[in-house]
Protein backbone atom coordinates (compact mmCIF):
# COMPACT_ATOMS: atom_id res chain seq x y z
CA UNK A 1 0.00 0.00 0.00
CA UNK A 2 0.90 3.71 -0.52
CA UNK A 3 0.28 6.78 0.75
CA UNK A 4 -0.04 9.76 -0.84
CA UNK A 5 -1.80 13.22 0.49
CA UNK A 6 -4.75 14.34 -0.78
CA UNK A 7 -5.11 16.78 -3.60
CA UNK A 8 -8.31 18.18 -2.51
CA UNK A 9 -7.44 20.39 0.66
CA UNK A 10 -3.64 21.41 0.71
CA UNK A 11 -3.68 21.91 4.38
CA UNK A 12 -4.87 19.00 5.11
CA UNK A 13 -1.26 16.62 6.08
CA UNK A 14 -2.49 14.00 7.11
CA UNK A 15 -1.28 10.74 4.54
CA UNK A 16 -4.65 8.74 2.95
CA UNK A 17 -3.88 4.95 2.22
CA UNK A 18 -5.03 4.08 -1.21
CA UNK A 19 -5.21 -0.16 -2.00
CA UNK A 20 -3.68 -0.28 -5.37
CA UNK A 21 -0.77 -2.86 -6.05
CA UNK A 22 2.44 -1.36 -6.73
CA UNK A 23 2.33 -3.14 -10.48
CA UNK A 24 -0.32 -0.53 -11.37
CA UNK A 25 1.78 2.09 -10.44
CA UNK A 26 4.55 0.81 -12.36
CA UNK A 27 2.99 0.18 -15.18
CA UNK A 28 1.28 3.85 -15.26
CA UNK A 29 4.72 4.90 -14.63
CA UNK A 30 6.16 3.13 -17.56
CA UNK A 31 3.45 3.72 -19.81
CA UNK A 32 4.66 7.67 -19.36
CA UNK A 33 8.04 6.97 -20.02
CA UNK A 34 7.38 5.30 -23.25
CA UNK A 35 4.42 7.93 -24.56
CA UNK A 36 7.36 10.61 -23.70
CA UNK A 37 10.05 9.08 -26.03
CA UNK A 38 7.60 8.46 -28.49
CA UNK A 39 6.95 12.45 -28.10
CA UNK A 40 10.34 12.96 -28.28
CA UNK A 41 11.05 10.50 -31.83
CA UNK A 42 8.05 12.57 -33.34
CA UNK A 43 9.87 15.69 -32.52
CA UNK A 44 12.91 14.49 -34.07
CA UNK A 45 11.10 13.15 -37.29
CA UNK A 46 9.11 16.89 -37.53
CA UNK A 47 12.60 18.41 -37.48
CA UNK A 48 13.61 16.14 -40.35
CA UNK A 49 10.70 16.99 -42.39
CA UNK A 50 11.75 20.51 -41.71
CA UNK A 51 15.94 19.83 -43.33
CA UNK A 52 13.63 18.34 -45.81
CA UNK A 53 11.96 21.03 -47.22
CA UNK A 54 14.61 23.62 -46.55
CA UNK A 55 16.67 21.76 -48.18
CA UNK A 56 14.41 21.53 -51.43
CA UNK A 57 13.84 25.24 -51.13
CA UNK A 58 10.77 25.87 -49.09
CA UNK A 59 10.56 28.37 -47.08
CA UNK A 60 10.50 26.94 -43.95
CA UNK A 61 9.11 29.88 -41.88
CA UNK A 62 6.25 29.97 -44.36
CA UNK A 63 5.83 26.30 -43.94
CA UNK A 64 5.62 26.85 -39.76
CA UNK A 65 2.86 30.16 -40.12
CA UNK A 66 0.82 27.97 -42.51
CA UNK A 67 0.97 25.11 -40.14
CA UNK A 68 -0.39 27.62 -37.53
CA UNK A 69 -3.06 29.08 -39.29
CA UNK A 70 -4.29 25.65 -40.31
CA UNK A 71 -4.38 25.09 -36.75
CA UNK A 72 -5.90 28.17 -35.46
CA UNK A 73 -8.94 27.92 -38.69
CA UNK A 74 -9.29 23.83 -37.31
CA UNK A 75 -9.55 25.21 -33.61
CA UNK A 76 -12.19 27.83 -34.60
CA UNK A 77 -14.10 25.39 -36.56
CA UNK A 78 -13.83 23.34 -33.58
CA UNK A 79 -15.30 26.30 -31.67
CA UNK A 80 -18.08 26.92 -33.92
CA UNK A 81 -19.10 23.60 -33.38
CA UNK A 82 -19.66 23.62 -30.53
CA UNK A 83 -21.48 26.61 -30.33
CA UNK A 84 -23.80 25.34 -32.80
CA UNK A 85 -24.43 22.15 -30.65
CA UNK A 86 -24.97 24.34 -27.34
CA UNK A 87 -27.50 26.50 -29.31
CA UNK A 88 -29.61 23.28 -30.53
CA UNK A 89 -29.56 22.15 -27.49
CA UNK A 90 -30.73 25.10 -25.98
CA UNK A 91 -33.69 25.27 -28.74
CA UNK A 92 -34.73 22.20 -28.65
CA UNK A 93 -34.60 22.71 -24.49
CA UNK A 94 -37.06 25.70 -25.00
CA UNK A 95 -39.45 23.92 -27.59
CA UNK A 96 -40.05 21.30 -24.94
CA UNK A 97 -40.69 24.10 -22.00
CA UNK A 98 -43.01 26.06 -24.34
CA UNK A 99 -44.48 22.35 -25.18
CA UNK A 100 -44.15 21.78 -21.08
CA UNK A 101 -46.20 24.74 -20.18
Avoid at 30 to 38: A, F, P
Amino acid sequence: MEKIMPKANPSHTTPVTIDHPPSMLRGIVEKIERLREERAQIGYDIQDVFKTANLAGFDVKAIRHLIDDRKKVADADAVRSELADTLATARAYAREMDHDA
